[in-house]
T-cell receptor, first 110, second 112 residues
Framework: DAGITQSPRHKVTETGTPVTLRCHQT?????MYWYRQDPGHGLRLIHY???????DKGEVSDGYSVSRSKTEDFLLTLESATSSQTSVYFC?????????FGSGTQLSVL | TQLLEQSPQFLSIQEGENLTVYCNSS?????LQWYRQEPGEGPVLLVT?????EVKKLKRLTFQFGDARKDSSLHITAAQPGDTGLYLC????????????FGKGTHLIIQP
């Protein structure tokens, strides 16, 4: 299994506050992804990265930004959290034509 | 977006029974992947099917890719409580950087 660590595992925040979620990998995989998972919607791609400082938008990117300053770290930022961003967020890396997922971050925006 | 429709959405059966879940699309895919997700964890790849008509077996799990490469099925024989989880199908990698597109999944509960 790829070494993917997400932090924090759980977070409760208030509407309007900035939030940053971190994903750290030890496999030196080039491609990294942020998904959100919601009941009735499944897993949806937010942003992805194809290298250091190379990122692009996914299906549901509004309200989110990402940064990748090092191969091993991929950050997801909610500039001003809204209740609709309450979700479980998963980071993934791509290796050997498959995705490896972290254990997720449960984010609640009150 | 190439939609993947999974059915049933929920399935609860007794230990020892057989079951089949489905993944369908109107589009042809070069390959399709099945993942299983347990509560509190991320999805884990079970199998990749590439060739139309392909059948792959993973212990009691049998995966089939439709001849036209528009659909796939997962059959579990003699289900066990450890099979409980969310089963997701996903459109295979196209070689680019963009991530997989997932179906909404089938929630499977195997009761002892």
């Amino acid at each position: 299994d790829a070494g993917i660590t997400q932090s924090p595992r759980h977070k409760v925040t208030e509407t309007g506050t900035p939030v940053t979620l971190r994903c750290h990998q030890t496999e030196n995989h080039r491609y990294m992804y942020w998904y959100r998972q919601d009941p009735g919607h499944g897993l949806r791609l937010i942003h992805y990265s194809y290298g250091v400082k190379d990122t692009d938008k996914g299906e549901v990117s509004d309200g989110y930004s990402v940064s990748r300053s090092k191969t091993e770290d991929f950050l997801l930022t909610l500039e001003s959290a809204t209740s609709s961003q309450t979700s479980v967020y998963f980071c993934a890396t791509r290796g050997n034509e498959k995705l490896f997922f972290g254990s997720g971050t449960q984010l609640s925006v009150l | 977006t190439q939609l993947l429709e999974q059915s049933p959405q929920f399935l609860s059966i007794q230990e020892g029974e057989n079951l089949t879940v489905y993944c369908n699309s109107s589009s042809v895919f070069s390959s399709l992947q099945w993942y299983r997700q347990e509560p509190g964890e991320g999805p884990v790849l079970l199998v990749t099917v590439v060739t139309g008509g392909e059948v792959k077996k993973l212990k009691r799990l049998t995966f089939q890719f439709g001849d036209a490469r528009k659909d796939s099925s997962l059959h579990i024989t003699a289900a066990q409580p450890g099979d409980t989880g969310l089963y997701l199908c996903a459109r295979g990698m196209r070689g680019g950087a963009d991530g997989l597109t997932f179906g909404k999944g089938t929630h499977l509960i195997i009761q002892p």
